[in-house]
Nanobody, 123 residues
C-alpha cells in the first residue's frame, strides 16, 4: 500500500517562497517515480513535476521551470517541492503522486495520490 501525506501548504505573498513535503511509505521513495500535481478551482489537475526513483531525471512543467525544484531525501522517505518567486496563478491544491515508472504528465499516468495541501498566493 502506497501512502503519501503532504504538508507545508499555506498563504504566501507573491514573490515569496514555500516548501512542500510529501512523506511516503517505506520503499516508495526509493523505488518509485514521485512528483507533484496541482489543481486550481475550476481547472483540471495540472502536472507540476516528477522525479525518477534515482533522482537522476526530473521533469517540470514549463509554467514552473526555473522557479520550482523537486528533491527527495530517501533516508527520510520524503519528497520536497521548493517553490520560489510564487505568483497568484500558483494558487492551487498541490498533490503528491507516485508510480512505478514515468509514463507521462497526465493525471491518469500516476496511480497513487496524497490528499493534497492548499497553497494560496496573495497579490
Amino acid at each position: 500500500q502506497v501512502q503519501l501525506v503532504e504538508s507545508g501548504g499555506g498563504l504566501v505573498q507573491a514573490g515569496g517562497s514555500l516548501r512542500l513535503s510529501c512523506a511516503a511509505s517505506a520503499r516508495t521513495i526509493g523505488t518509485y517515480v514521485m512528483g507533484w500535481f496541482r489543481q486550481a478551482p475550476g481547472k483540471e489537475r495540472e502536472f507540476v513535476g516528477a522525479n525518477t526513483w534515482s533522482g537522476g531525471t526530473t521533469h517540470y512543467a514549463d509554467s514552473v521551470k526555473g522557479r520550482f525544484a523537486i528533491s527527495r531525501d530517501n533516508a527520510k522517505n520524503t519528497l520536497y517541492l521548493q517553490m520560489n518567486s510564487l505568483k497568484p496563478e500558483d494558487t492551487a491544491v498541490y498533490y503528491c503522486v507516485a508510480d512505478t515508472f514515468f509514463r507521462g504528465t497526465s493525471y491518469r499516468d500516476f496511480d497513487h495520490w496524497g490528499q493534497g495541501t492548499q497553497v494560496t498566493i496573495s497579490s
